[in-house]
């Protein structure tokens, strides 16, 4: 039987630190006194949070409007995507995470087979929607 982290407490407890940490870069800290939910952000950040094993995961934000996460695909790091990401921060808050084993991120445990492998959906769960249905007028 495998051991699944996500199921343990401490992967739980690593899993919402993660999703704390996203939704702070993506929303911003809160105001004192905001009960309201409405948060304000920072126009450009650096930060890391820690995934279910440890893995130092390294995330930029940049920009305010609507939260865009991009995660940068295999042979190239987050840079390849700075210059991107630049211009969207210009309508919309842009996070741009840094996958595991690729710089700045850290080198995490080797998966048995690629798709063992895990991918930081944690980030991404505030902004999870169903997608809009199609009108048919």
């Not at 940490?21 to 004192?32: C, D, E, I, L």
């Not at 390849?80 to 991120?105: C, F, K, N, Q, W």
Request: proline share 11%; with cysteine; aromatic share 6%.
């Amino acid at each position: 039987m495998r051991h699944d982290p996500v199921a343990s407490r401490s992967g739980r407890q690593a899993i919402s630190r993660i999703h704390r940490s996203a939704r702070t870069a993506v929303q911003g800290p809160r105001k004192p006194g905001d009960r309201s939910g409405a948060h304000s952000g920072s126009m450009r950040t650096t930060d890391s949070v820690a995934s279910a094993d440890g893995t130092r995961i390294v995330f930029h934000t940049l920009g305010d409007g609507p939260p865009l996460v991009i995660v940068h695909g295999a042979l190239v790091t987050t840079e390849a995507y700075r210059p991107m990401a630049e211009l969207l921060a210009t309508s919309y808050r842009v996070v741009l995470i840094g996958r595991r084993d690729y710089a700045p991120s850290g080198n995490g445990p080797r998966p048995s087979t690629f798709i063992d492998a895990p991918f930081p959906t944690a980030p991404c769960a505030p902004w999870e929607q169903p997608w809009p249905t199609a009108r048919r007028d």
